[in-house]
């Protein structure tokens, strides 16, 4: 039951401040909402807020919002309804609280709200961690080596590459790591008196008694240097979030390449499989776990969405910049159409994804 409160509430927070982004630059810009809703599926309930409207007279009256603001079912996404998004066109709303009746920046703001709010949201979730915590820096990414394994490498050597792949944070190397499996690789050690080895690296398989396979051994562990206080939740938080940007980045470059299987990819079962985790780990660690899995799912939310691909913002973004290079907008039923054509591929990739998550669990 605690691992399901997380999930939701983590999801939650994640899709509100998205949306809120999406919602509060609509409403800045003047745009007609019809409904902020969190959640997909039935709506359980929904509300109008009141606000102040002062008449000729000077007399103020208080009015239903217009906006519609709904809880739904299924904690997994959420939405803003906005005039103008559809091809057509409703006349009950004037056309200037129409989204297409609004300046280019506005549009483009509103449009990228989302993303920005997810981003901010986690690099102060990251220095709330690194405020409240000793942090370890992995910057150094200094090895910590099983001699009887790797006996021509030293405790404190300074990993440089994996793979041939330049590493420069934790979070890169266990990415190289996982690219090259269990196949041998070259790893590129700095050794304290600064000469450089390159090193034959393989993983061995790590089994339970009963032989099933619980992880890989590398015959090394990283070791970073802790820290504590303002400069140093400062310089946590901020390795951290570009070194998950980075991370983001290598990893759908390497999904697009074939490096990396699309069976690796984790949908809403695999994050709650993922919140049980953290939420297990919470009786020690306090908070600290939920708030880092918020940050990670924060710049993973905002990164996916701000690609320029077609059902996402930065799809979205991207027709405006293509409008603001032509001089005119594009189609609307063409834009419509690439967009609607993607948001069901979008939909299969997340039913392939959701099986592969409830496969790995039996």
Request: include cysteine; glycine fraction near 8%; hydrophobic fraction near 45%.
């Amino acid at each position: 039951m605690l691992t399901l409160l997380y999930f939701v509430l983590i999801l939650g927070i994640v899709v509100f401040i998205h949306e809120f982004g999406h919602f509060i630059f609509a409403k800045k810009a003047g745009i007609y909402v019809y409904e902020f809703s969190i959640g997909m599926g039935p709506r359980l309930f929904k509300f109008n807020r009141k606000k102040k409207v002062k008449g000729k007279d000077g007399k103020v009256t208080y009015v239903d919002d217009e906006t519609d603001y709904c809880l739904r079912l299924l904690p997994i996404g959420g939405f803003v309804q906005m005039a103008g998004e559809d091809i057509e066109v409703d006349e009950n709303v004037p056309p200037e609280k129409r989204l297409q009746s609004k300046k280019w920046h506005q549009r483009l703001m509103v449009m990228i709200a989302g993303v920005m709010n997810n981003f901010i949201l986690a690099f102060i979730i990251l220095l709330i961690i690194g405020w409240t915590n000793p942090v370890s820096l992995h910057s150094t990414l200094l090895a910590d080596v099983d001699q009887k394994i790797y006996p021509s490498l030293v405790d404190g050597d300074r990993i440089v590459s994996v793979g041939g792949k330049k590493v420069n944070s934790y979070d890169r190397l266990v990415l190289e790591l996982e690219v090259n499996g269990t196949k041998t690789f070259d790893m590129r050690v700095r050794h304290k008196d600064g000469s450089y080895e390159t090193v034959k690296v393989k993983a061995k398989e790590v089994k339970d008694d009963d032989g099933n396979l619980e992880g890989y051994d590398y015959g090394f562990a990283v070791t970073g240097t802790e820290a504590k206080g303002f400069i140093a939740g400062i310089k946590y938080a901020s390795g951290k979030f570009v070194n998950t940007i980075s991370q983001m980045f290598w990893t759908v470059c390497y999904l697009v390449t074939g490096k990396i299987s699309l069976n690796m990819l984790s949908g809403p079962v695999g994050i709650y499989n993922i919140v049980g985790t953290a939420a297990s780990q919470t009786k020690v660690a306090g908070l600290t776990p939920i708030l880092s899995l918020l940050a990670l799912l924060n710049i993973n939310v905002a990164f996916i969405n701000i690609l320029p691909l077609p059902a996402f913002d930065g799809g979205h973004a991207l027709f405006l910049i293509i409008e603001k290079i032509k001089g005119s907008p594009v189609n609307p039923k063409v834009e419509n159409t690439i967009h609607s054509i993607f948001f069901i591929l979008l939909m299969i990739l997340m039913i392939f994804v959701t099986y592969n998550d409830i496969v790995r669990i039996f």
